[in-house]
Each structure stands twice: as C-alpha cells, then as structure tokens.
C-alpha cells in the first residue's frame, strides 16, 4: 500500500482509539504533523472488502464534520444538490476507479464511502477532497470547517512533483527554519518512462496514467493551500521526442509548466535534499539511482562535482530483457551495461579519499528495507541508516534468485518496482565497490525535498 512510519502507526491507533482495520498510507498531515487523511488498502486484514479508501483520522476534523451530519447536512445536501451536487456521479466514478489502482477487484464497490448515488458519509467525501479528489461535496465541507485548528500555521507552503522515469513522487510542505516540514507525500509508479528507450517517445497509456496522478496530486496541494507548484521532470521527459502534449497538460494544471531538469540541475538539487542538516563526515557522495539514469555528486556545501549517466533499472532491465528469474548470463549482461556507464563516470567524480557515501531513491532504500529484516515500508526506520556492501550484496542475491511474483509479493515492494530491482541492485553494488566505499548512508530525502526547499528558500529571500 506505500510507506508507514511506526510513529504514524502509533498516533492512527490513538486517533481511533483502535486497531486501523486495513493496512494504510498517510496522504495528508496537519500542521503539527499528525494524519489528517490516510489512505487504506482496499482488502483488510481479514481479506474483507474495505470500500473506503480515504479516511479521516484527525480528531478534531471527524468532529467539525459531525457537527455537519448532526445539523442535517446529509439529508439537505442529498435533497437540495444544487450547485455543489454538480458532478458528484463523476466523483463516485473517478473514486472507484482510483480504488482499483490498489486493488483491480475493488472497481466495483461503490464510489465515495462505498456509495454509487447520493451521499452518504460527510467525512469520506471530505477526505476524499483533501486527498485531491474532484468532490463538490468534499470541497463544501472544506468550505465550512476550514481550517481545522484555530492556531492553524500561515507559514508559506509549496508543493514539488517529481516526475520521474519509474514514478511520480509528491511533496507538500511548508517552511520551517531553512529546512522544510512535511505535510502531504505519495509515491505512485506510473512508468512514464515505459519504452522511451526504444522508441524515443513517450507511451500514451504512461503518459495517460501519470497525468492522473498528476491531477489529483495538484488538487491536493491547492487544497493544502499551496500557491506555487513546481514539476521538475527527469530522464525520461528528457529524452522524449514528442513531448509537448505533457508540457502543455501540466501547464494547464499548475499555471507553472513543467521543469525539465538537465542532469546537472537533478544532481544539486539531490545532493540539497540528500545532505540538508546531515551531521556526517564530509565531503558527501551522494548518488541517485533513478529509472532512466544514475546522478553521482560529490561536494562538501555545496556540489563540486556531477556527472549524470544513461544508466537507470528500467533502462537497463529494458535493454538486456532478462528472464525471471535473471539467468546468470543476464546478470552479467547488465553488470556490463552498468560498468560501461560507470566507468565514464569516475573520471568526473573521483573517488574521494574520505568523506560519505549516500544513496538515496527507491533502489537503495528498498534494499536496505529487506536487509533491515523490515515486515513494511516504513521510511523512518531507514532513513540515514548505515547499508553495508556485503548486506547490499546478500539481498541483491536473494532478490536475483526470485521471480518477478515473488518480489512482488515482498512487504516492502513498492507495486512496479520489483521487475526492475534486479537491475538496480546490480547499478548499487557496482557504485560501492567502484568509489570503493565499504558501506553507504541510506536516504530518504532526495531530489523532491531538494526542489521544495529550494522553493521555499526563494520564497525566504522575496
Ligand atoms: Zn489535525
């Protein structure tokens, strides 16, 4: 279902008072932090059918909206529709069918709180609102409760996209003392960059699936009162052709258009968001594994050095096609495509004498989930922890020695990503033993945290 911390977890529980019934993301935060709407897996524990995809978990919004119910509201809105009725079949549509992103059989139970006509629930429409979904009657009760805390903070919000070969991240967030502070972050794996390789072009179907994401993501942020949002593109926009048709459809949506980063742009901005208050020894190797391409910079304040390489785990898992599982001649394979790039790389950043190595991006982070022995995706366990070669080394060999199937169903798999992970843990083991780094420093913060400061930091300085 996506990434949970242990302290979000902990907090859930409190908020409800119980046990969560269904494994959950956290999609949107208050100001102080806590899980304002999370996002449920569609199945519970229980294999049970879970109809409520959004659901809202901070006290005192459940409360301002049963204030709602307990005026009548329900029934005075179902009866009276009106102007906020307008649209509310295609919520209920366009609810059902985000469902079925996270679990195909859920297509058809219901629209917003399992409910095709009509309204049922306040408080899922309300959540489905914050979680950006195009709801009338979402966007009413936001009218009427917001904001939600009284002393709710006014410091300048931003919203980044990261738009990537693989996935398309986001990340609300608002100022805080040179550094940012979290209020919304997602993750779906789109695969925009799906054949890119090969045909130059972008697929219509990726493209397709990452605009609606994308769409969502904005209504989010602009509900989280967000002005500027920033889509910085990779690689895979990058090497496009025909791109134009996602230009415009992202200008259209955030007024701002589409950034498409050079490779030397992407690798400050993840060394920024990779190193920002790190207490390490310097200077910092940061490297990026991403679909498309590798980013290595090396700096102590600031980059010094960049180099980014056509190297990435679609690209590669594209180019050599392996079987599943990967024979060993198609390991090789790749650890020859992988070296090729590399070695173009070291003679632009050299291996440092000393200094710390940092991974950051799905590849690493998930590899240091397995060997962390972690039964889910939980980013506060991995962040800035130490990844050593040999534990690096021993999933890469697990992961090659299991079929697609078979990683897939691993906890921590993000849904995506395993047919692609082989590729990646061979680019990760040939960055660590070719800068002859022993063991790395696992990141969480990255590129998208990198473009959200470097927004706010703008903002600071007028
Ligand atoms: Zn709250």
New binding site residues.
């Given amino acids: 279902m996506g990434e949970l911390r242990a302290s979000d977890l902990a907090l859930v529980r409190e908020q409800l008072g119980r046990e969560p019934q269904s494994d959950f993301s956290v999609l949107v935060r208050?100001a102080?932090g806590?899980p304002?709407v999370i996002r449920n897996h569609p199945v519970d524990a229980e294999g049970d059918p879970f109809p409520t995809l959004y659901w809202l978990t901070?006290?005192?919004?459940v409360k301002a909206v049963s204030r709602l119910e307990a005026d009548g509201w329900i029934k005075r809105l179902d009866e009276t529709l009106g102007g906020i009725g307008e649209g509310l079949d295609d919520s209920h549509e366009e609810y059902a069918e985000e469902r079925a992103r996270w679990h195909e059989g859920a297509r058809d139970w219901g629209g917003v709180g399992g409910t095709r006509k009509g309204i049922k629930c306040l408080h899922a429409h309300y959540a489905n609102h914050v979680a950006g979904g195009r709801d009338p009657v979402g966007r009413w009760v936001a009218g009427q409760i917001e904001p939600?805390?009284r002393d709710e903070d006014l410091s300048p919000r931003v919203a980044a996209v990261d738009m990537g070969t693989n996935s398309i991240r986001l990340l609300v967030a608002e100022a805080d003392d040179g550094d940012v502070r979290e209020l919304a972050r997602d993750m779906v794996i789109t695969r925009l960059g799906q054949g890119v390789d090969e045909r130059g072009r972008l697929d219509p179907e990726a493209l397709r699936r990452t605009l609606k994401v994308l769409e969502r993501y904005v209504r989010r942020a602009r509900g989280l009162g967000v002005e500027r949002i920033r889509v910085g593109a990779t690689s895979a926009v990058r090497d496009a052709v025909e791109r134009e048709q996602l230009e415009d459809a992202v200008e259209l949506m955030t007024g701002s258009g589409i950034e498409v980063l050079t490779g030397e742009q992407e690798a400050g901005l993840t060394f920024l968001g990779a190193t920002v208050g790190l207490e390490a020894e310097s200077p910092f190797l940061v490297f990026d594994i991403g679909g498309g391409s590798t980013e290595l910079v090396l700096g102590t304040g600031e980059p010094e050095r960049a180099i980014s390489v056509d190297v990435g785990s679609v690209r590669v898992t594209e180019r050599v096609k392996p079987d599943d599982p990967p024979s060993s001649e198609d390991l090789d394979e790749m650890r020859r495509l992988v070296g090729e790039g590399l070695d173009q790389a070291l003679d632009l950043v050299p291996p440092p004498r000393r200094g710390t190595l940092i991974g950051v991006a799905g590849t690493t982070t998930t590899v240091q989930a397995l060997a962390l022995g972690l039964d889910r995706y939980d980013p506060e366990a991995i962040h800035r922890t130490e990844l050593t070669l040999e534990a690096a080394a021993d999933v890469a060999q697990l992961l090659a020695s299991m079929t697609n199937p078979k990683r897939a169903a691993l906890p921590v798999m993000a849904p995506g990503r395993e047919d692609v992970i082989v590729a990646g843990c061979v680019i990760l083991l040939e960055i660590m033993d070719r800068w002859g780094f022993e063991w790395c420093l696992v990141s969480e913060r990255d590129i998208l945290d990198g473009l959200a400061l470097e927004m706010v930091r703008e903002t600071a300085s007028g």
């Fill in positions: 208050c102080d806590h304002l901070c006290p005192e919004a939600i805390h």
